[in-house]
């Protein structure tokens, strides 16, 4: 028969031994940031990390995240993914795909394209747009690899993009592809109302006199490893060996029932040109904007576009597997030594 201090002793001792093998969650950090562009305006930069501190609902812009505002980081030799988001969104835009990265060892930096955000699209009429795009791209990498005040625990070898829409054609450049915009052009001509078509047209653009950047302008990032890719933009103009020169490994998404960058001229494209396959998801009912968080209610009362989807998807529940997914891909992609 054990006597009380024995059976004290024995819940002592599996205490302990739970506690000693137990690994427990890490939470998240974050900070929001600029990050200097030279000549032209800093970059608003929102950066998710694993950490240890404690965490709290905050807001961000019209979302809210559970985090830990400007929390010690968690870790050493940290994998780091640089965020690039559509036409007219901005660094919050991806946050619960981000989230899911820094709860599992990740470093997100996300950027906030000046010139092509919510606030202001004062660039979307200009050629250069995407080259500014990457360069910003390649700002932020500097930043984080040289003067966050957390560098020293990022891993240099193991750096991804996830680009959505324009920020997924930005992902494709900056991993080595070239595009065609001189077939921008002949497209709308056949395509008049194709979404990007009509968002040319009304903002008066003439295609047929705008300055071409050569393909040397175009800003590439050889340690970018592997790449998300989501729902590109302009696909079709990477046509006919503009992207040879892609290499490292991809996961390319689509939705099937996409109104904005329809099927076959834009993910399909990019899919038939890559030499090496990517790992293709074709998502079923999904729209264009079913990729972007799911809205919170003050996002629906002001985002009548970007909120709904179609009839029967559900958004939040795709967002468990498609973070899934996309942290399982850069996981295998990018491992540790």
Request: a negative charge; aromatic letters at 10%.
């Amino acid at each position: 028969m054990k006597t009380l201090a024995t059976k004290t002793r024995t819940a002592l001792a599996g205490f302990a031994a739970l506690m000693l093998f137990a690994t427990p969650a890490l939470a998240v950090g974050f900070q929001q940031l600029t990050v200097p562009d030279p000549g032209s305006q800093p970059l608003e930069v929102g950066i998710w990390y694993p950490s240890n501190s404690l965490t709290a609902p905050q807001p961000l812009e019209l979302f809210t995240q559970d985090v830990a505002e400007d929390g010690t980081i968690e870790g050493r030799r940290l994998p780091l993914i640089v965020m690039s988001h559509g036409t007219g969104g901005g660094f919050a835009g991806h946050y619960d795909t981000a989230l899911a990265l820094a709860n599992a060892g990740f470093v997100v930096a996300s950027v906030t394209h000046t010139g092509d955000n919510y606030r202001d699209l004062s660039d979307q009429a200009k050629r250069d747009t995407f080259i500014n795009r990457t360069r910003h791209v390649r700002q932020v990498l500097d930043y984080m690899l040289a003067a966050w005040p957390g560098h020293e625990r990022i891993d240099a070898e193991r750096v991804g993009m996830f680009g959505f829409s324009a920020g997924g054609f930005t992902t494709l450049i900056a991993i080595g592809g070239v595009p065609d915009l001189a077939k921008v052009q002949p497209f709308c001509a056949a395509h008049p109302d194709d979404w990007g078509c009509r968002l040319v047209k009304s903002r008066g653009i003439d295609l047929a006199t705008a300055a071409l950047p050569p393909a040397s302008a175009w800003v590439h990032d050889a340690r970018i490893k592997a790449a998300v890719v989501v729902a590109p933009a302009l696909g079709y103009t990477f046509n006919g060996g503009g992207l040879a020169q892609v290499s490292v490994p991809i996961q390319l998404w689509r939705g099937a029932i996409d109104p904005i960058l329809p099927h076959p001229n834009y993910a399909q494209v990019v899919y038939d040109e890559l030499k090496t396959k990517p790992d293709y998801r074709v998502v079923p009912n999904a729209g264009h904007f079913s990729f972007l968080a799911p809205c919170s209610e003050a996002l629906a009362k002001v985002a009548s576009q970007i909120c709904p989807d179609a009839p029967g998807f559900d958004r939040a529940a795709f967002h468990q597997e498609f973070d899934a997914a996309v942290v399982a891909f850069f996981e295998a992609k990018l491992p540790a030594e």
